[in-house]
């Protein structure tokens, strides 16, 4: 979705408001399902451009260490300058914004999304995983593999704790 900020480029208005919903899915491996609604205002302070704006995500994620999906809802915000292309050096924190004034709001809402949301996600703080040997979610009880292999690289150290116990 296009935005015309051109008149607010040129002076001729002070505020821009806009709003656009985004289907979240496939912006990051994690995110299984859910959308986006992404909402704020383009203003011009005597020269001066900003965005704010808010993201309210509803999304169904999938846990980086039992694998379930779940649930999830979480809001951000935006505030900070805009910067016209080829104008001002870059300085890491401004919305760049083309020099004809057509905003791309979807690339504008997943750059910010992208640089928001966490890097993994988690179920529950104190997710225990899957055993490395049998699969099962250890949320879901202890599994009966016996999860005994040991690090072939520590086995004469496990050798050497059997033969303390023995003695």
């Known amino acids: 979705m296009k935005l015309d900020i051109s008149a607010l480029l040129g002076g ?3 505020r821009l408001p806009f709003s656009c ?24 302070h005597s020269g001066y ?6 993201a309210s995500l509803s999304l169904t ?4 260490r039992c ?14 300058p805009v ?27 997943e750059s910010f999304l992208l640089l928001s949301l966490p890097s993994r996600y988690l179920c529950r703080a104190d997710c225990r ?3 490395p040997e049998c699969g099962r979610d250890l949320n879901e009880g202890t599994c009966t593999c016996g999860g005994g292999r040991v690090d072939p690289r520590l086995e004469k150290l496990r ?7 023995e003695t």
Do not use: H, M, W
């Not at 899915?25 to 994690?30: E, H, P, R």
């Not at 379930?68 to 935006?78: N, V």
């Open 159 to 165: 050798l050497l704790l059997e033969e303390k116990d």
């Open 21 to 44: 919903r985004l289907d979240a899915a496939g912006l990051t491996d994690d995110i299984v399902c859910g959308t986006a609604e992404f909402s704020g205002v383009f203003e011009n």
């Open 129 to 131: 995983g899957l055993c």
């Open 61 to 64: 994620v999938r846990c980086a």
């Open 83 to 109: 910067r016209v292309e080829g104008t001002g050096e870059d300085d890491g924190e401004s919305v760049l914004v083309p020099a004809d004034g057509q905003v791309d709001l979807r690339e504008t809402a």
């Open 12 to 14: 001729g208005e002070e």
């Open 49 to 54: 451009l900003s965005i704010t704006a808010k």
């Open 67 to 80: 694998g379930k999906a779940f649930p999830l809802s979480e809001t951000y915000a935006l505030d900070c």
